[in-house]
Every structure is written in C-alpha cells, then in structure tokens.
C-alpha cells in the first residue's frame, strides 16, 4: 500500500472482494434509484405545490398531494438503502473512506440531523395538506437539504480518492469543518445525480400513471408530466455523464477505457438512458393509454441505467485508488463461513421482507384525508 494510506486495520476481511463487492454494487444500486426518486420527487412536488397556491390549479395541487403520502416512504428506503453499502464501503475501503469521512466530520455528522429534519418537515406538510393548506415552501427546504445531504455524500466520497491532500487538510484542521480543496470532479459527480433525479423520477410518475386508483385526468397528468420528465432528463443525464467522464484525470480516463468491462458498462448506461428518453416520449404521446408492460419497461431500464452507472462509478474509484497505491483485491483475506452464512440468511430475509413492504405498497389504497380541492 501507497504511504499516503494509514496502516491497514488488523483484522482481515471476512469475505472474497468480489462477493462484498456484488452485494455492495446491487445495493448501492438501489439507493441511488431511492435516492433519485426523492430528489425528483421532492423537485416536482416543489413545482406543483408552489402552481398550485398560485395559479390555483386544482391539478397540480391534487397531483402534489398524492406525492406528499410518497415522500415519508422514499425516505425510509433512501436511509435502509444507504446502511448496508456503507458497511460495505467501509469494509472495503474503510482506510480511505474512514480518512475522508473524518476530515469533513462536522459536515459527515450533519446529515443525521438534516436527515431528521426534513423526515419531520414531510410530515408536518401532510398534516398542512389534511388541513388544506399549502406547502410549497416545505418541499422548497426539504429539497434544499437533500440537495445539501447529496453535496455532502459526494464531496465525502470524492475526498477518499485524494490521499495526496489528507494530512495537509488533517494539520490545517483537525476539527472536521473544513472544505476539501477544490476537486474538478465533485461538481460533475454532484450534478450526474441531480440529473439523474430528474429522469428516474419521470420514469416513477410514469409507473404511478398505471394505478388505477387514481382518477383518469390525474393518470394522464402523471403519465404527461412523467414522460416529459423523462425526455428531457434523459439528454441532462447524458450530457452530465459525459462531464463526469471528461473531469477525471487523463490517467484514470486511459484505464477505465483499457479495461475488459468498463466500456461496455459505459455503453449499456448511454443505451438505458437514451432508451429512457425514447419511453418518456411516448407517454408523453400516449398519456395513461401506455400499456403497462411498457410503464414497467421504463421503471427496469431506469434502474438498469442506475446500477450501469454504479458499477462505473466503481470503476472509477477503484482505479484511481490503485494509481496512488491502494489496490482493493490485494488486502488480506480470512473467510469466516459461520458469519457469510447468517450474514446471507439475514440479508436475503432482509430483501424479502423489502419486496414485501414494496408490493403491500403497491397494492395498498391511499386513505383519503387529504381534501385535494383544499390542498
Ligand atoms: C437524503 C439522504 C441522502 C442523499 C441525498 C444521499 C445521496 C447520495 C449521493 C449523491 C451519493 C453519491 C455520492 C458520489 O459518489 O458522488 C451517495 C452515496 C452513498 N450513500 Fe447516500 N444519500 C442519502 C442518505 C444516505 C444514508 C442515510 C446512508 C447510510 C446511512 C447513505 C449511504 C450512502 C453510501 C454508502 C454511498 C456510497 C458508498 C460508496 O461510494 O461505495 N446515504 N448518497
């Protein structure tokens, strides 16, 4: 290992790096999917909350307050989504990240508190909305603080590939309140997930088009508005990938693009989100007559695209933490098969009872507290 890594800690891993790594990008995978849908959402129950109050658009307030009921739920995901890749972040690159995470302390430590109140300023607006009043400026300052919470993650984990400005950073401050400096490759990696936001949550209205407990007006609505999301998503997407790619030094640019697998994951990630553009187009023609299979096509390739471009991203930290002298494949290794066993007894449990929660979800009808001609 480099010298720019602390000593690695003692305890070897008690896995293989590919079986950690799997299970960490699958998961990953799905918090970036959760973590999208409540940016996007958030975003657009901002729009139609705010058109609702002031053009009094019956539509719109109706529209934002279904996504109101959603909010809380997405939360609960992004949170139980984000817990198990850390721990297999942390296992992984505990050295770098834990450097890192440190480092920003102050800001690291934030996210629980910004995390609990926005959860809390969620359910203060359905109680806003039960009582027909407004709540545009809810979903302003939830928005505003998820988009604080992903700054914080990306800038975390953009610092655990500097080993080269820790101890600088460390001796100027150790109280964790210092920004890292400046990085050509936070800002793009930062965008890619806000854009990405867009897309995928065009691809989740276009879903919530299909339900049929919806009146046909809002159906349509979702399916438009979804559709179009999603269309112009898709090329934003697109156009920040392309960012983030040509931010990353020349280096690590030549041996993602040697590698046997990252070009092809690059590919499969720019043919799932143009594919997702060509999907928003057609509901945006088709509105709520988009036959379902195509509805659920929609929500797969966005997630397809999601987990494309987690696996990339991956390429690119391992990579560039390889060119300054941590290799992740060469740490050592003592399987314990005892743990791996309950450890999969329990994850799988874990994601049963998750599909479980997703489709009682997904069956449930919305109790209908809300008056939506007040809200
Ligand atoms: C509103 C809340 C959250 C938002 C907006 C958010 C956003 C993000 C973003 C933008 C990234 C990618 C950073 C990058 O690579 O540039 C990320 C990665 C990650 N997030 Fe979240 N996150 C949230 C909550 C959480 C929570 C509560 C956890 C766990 C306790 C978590 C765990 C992770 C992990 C482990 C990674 C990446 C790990 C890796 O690089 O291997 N997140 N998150």
Known sequence: MGDLFPA?????????????????????????????????????????????????????????????????????????????????????????????????????????????????????????????????????????????????????????????????????????????????????????????????????LVVLSKRRIFSTELRDFFAARGGLLALVGAPLWLAAGFWVWHSQPAAVAHRLAEHALYPAVGLAWLVCVALLGVFGLLALVRKSRLPVALAVGVALIAVLADAAAVIFRDGIRDVTLIGKGFNLWHQPLEVNLQILIIFGVLQLSGLVVIGWLVATMARAKPVTEVPHDQA
């Open 8 to 204: 690695l800690d003692p305890i070897p891993l008690p896995a293989p790096v590919w079986l950690l790594k799997s299970l960490h990008l699958l998961l990953l995978s799905l918090h970036f999917v959760t973590v999208q849908l409540l940016l996007g959402g958030l975003a657009l129950a901002f729009v139609w909350s705010l058109l609702g109050h002031l053009r009094r658009d019956e539509k719109c307030r109706a529209a934002s307050g279904e996504l109101a009921g959603y909010l809380p739920v997405i939360v609960t995901y992004v949170v139980n989504l984000g817990v198990p890749p850390l721990l297999f972040t942390q296992v992984l690159y505990g050295v770098a990240l834990y450097t890192s995470t440190v480092l920003i302390g102050a800001y690291w430590i934030s996210v629980i508190f910004l995390l609990i109140v926005m959860y809390y300023m969620l359910y203060a607006a359905t109680r806003r909305l039960a009582r027909g009043r407004t709540w545009w400026f809810l979903s302003l300052a939830s928005l505003l603080i998820v988009l604080g919470v992903a700054k914080i993650y990306s800038t975390a984990m953009t610092l655990m590939l500097r080993p080269e400005v820790w101890q600088a950073m460390y001796r100027a401050n150790a109280h964790g309140t210092l920004s890292p400096p400046h990085d050509p490759t936070l800002l793009p990696r930062w965008t890619f997930m806000v854009c990405a936001a867009l897309a995928v949550a065009g691809a989740a």
